[in-house]
């Protein structure tokens, strides 16, 4: 039997860490997990939305692209005019997106997307080995979505995110 630390543990001293159950994929121990799994199920994945920045492409007839969560990120990307897009899960939408599950492993980013791109495979490429094995890992996973403009962005210091993984919330 080997020692593999939980990922759920709270930090490296003896004290403070726990061991991950023997062969599990995810490094989590049965507490653990229990808690991810109750985070996931409260909140079903039709009903979640994210607010982000976006830029709208005049050349593509408005469609929006390069989605962060401040101004300062997008405005990098191009001199589009920048708005405030609601992202919807979307078995049919126009974009792919990383959703970072509740896992420990993702810490404060959990419950959020994150790589919204286009096509599937711009996000496959972000992970040395694909998608597969950090789903696997119950990492996150491969969603698409649909996005709507908000209305223009405002308020150029970016949105802050409550703990549980909610709705963003401008700051302001």
Not at 143 to 162: K, Q
Request: aromatic share 8%.
């Amino acid at each position: 039997m080997s020692y593999v630390r939980c990922d759920g543990s709270h930090g490296y001293s003896f004290n403070e860490s726990h061991q991950a159950e023997e062969g599990a994929a995810d490094n989590l121990c049965a507490r653990c997990r229990a808690a991810m799994v109750e985070a996931e199920s409260a909140r079903p994945m039709v009903e979640r939305t994210w607010l982000l920045y976006a830029r709208q492409r005049a050349e593509a007839e408005g469609r929006l692209s390069d989605f962060f969560p401040s101004t300062i990120q997008v405005r990098m990307c191009g001199d589009e005019p920048i708005v405030l897009a609601r992202l919807r899960v979307d078995p049919e939408g126009p974009h792919w997106s990383w959703y970072q599950s509740h896992h420990p492993y993702n810490r404060r980013s959990r419950g959020h997307v994150t790589m919204i791109y286009p096509a599937k495979v711009l996000v496959d490429v972000c992970f040395p080995y694909g998608t597969g094995p950090e789903v696997k890992r119950g990492h996150g996973q491969l969603v698409r979505l649909s996005a709507e403009v908000v209305r223009p962005a405002v308020h150029p210091e970016g949105i802050r995110y409550d703990d549980s993984g909610g709705e963003a919330v401008e700051k302001g």
